[in-house]
């Protein structure tokens, strides 16, 4: 999630890390007006990576803070810096986020040498260098139906029956990048995913919560 919490995969080290070196400074001031605060429960529809490799929570539950400052929305969970994205009049939103990593760099005997490779000065000119890097694609995207009253110059919500304040879908894709070979990371090679590319995904539920001081 656009720091949403719904995936926590084992091979996200290189993110925890740089979540704890955020954690040690002030938190950042907050980015235009409050739209509101809402308390989210997540339901998950589908999780084709894995629970090993993609240890997904259901239900998914925790508050996240949505603000907007000239047209843009921002995304914001438990004092982490907040995700710019688009939230518009009519309360649509979508939040994207994606980020690369090194997953493996293995070096092994190459199979593919013709007879001039043997004629070679390299020491290793025998040896393949195989890496694996995936790239994490995630999308939430919804509707409010309400949002705060002392919004100033905020959203312009139509009267709605909807029956939450907060509808949408959080998506979250994993890929191999296309230079990688990613073969030893599945279940049947030993690794952790059973798919490669493969897909989490949640259906949101929100409740807005009007008691909010800042």
Not at 123 to 133: E, G, H, I, W, Y
Not at 199 to 213: C, D, N, P, T
Request: hydrophobic share 35%.
């Amino acid at each position: 999630m656009i720091e949403l919490r719904a995936w926590r995969w084992s091979l996200s080290l290189v993110v925890a890390a740089a979540l704890a070196a955020i954690g040690c400074r002030p938190p950042p001031e907050p980015v235009g007006a409050l739209v509101g605060v809402y308390a989210i429960d997540g339901a998950l529809t589908e999780n084709t990576c894995g629970q090993m490799a993609f240890p997904t929570k259901d239900p998914l539950r925790f508050e996240v803070i949505i603000r907007q400052l000239d047209q843009v929305g921002y995304w914001q969970i438990e004092k982490r810096p907040a995700k710019a994205g688009e939230l518009e009049e009519d309360g649509a939103f979508r939040f994207t986020n994606e980020s690369t990593s090194l997953v493996s760099s293995m070096r092994g005997a190459n199979n593919e040498l013709e007879p001039e490779d043997f004629l070679s000065l390299e020491p290793d000119f025998d040896l393949k260098t195989t890496t694996c890097s995936l790239k994490v694609r995630e999308v939430i995207e919804g509707t409010l139906a309400r949002s705060l009253d002392e919004v100033d110059g905020g959203l312009d919500l139509p009267d709605s029956d909807a029956k939450h304040d907060l509808s949408g879908d959080n998506t979250i894709e994993v890929s191999p990048t296309a230079d990688s070979d990613c073969s030893a990371s599945l279940a049947v090679r030993g690794g952790m995913f059973q798919n490669l590319p493969c897909s989490a995904h949640y259906s949101l539920r929100g409740k807005l919560q009007e008691s909010i001081r800042e």
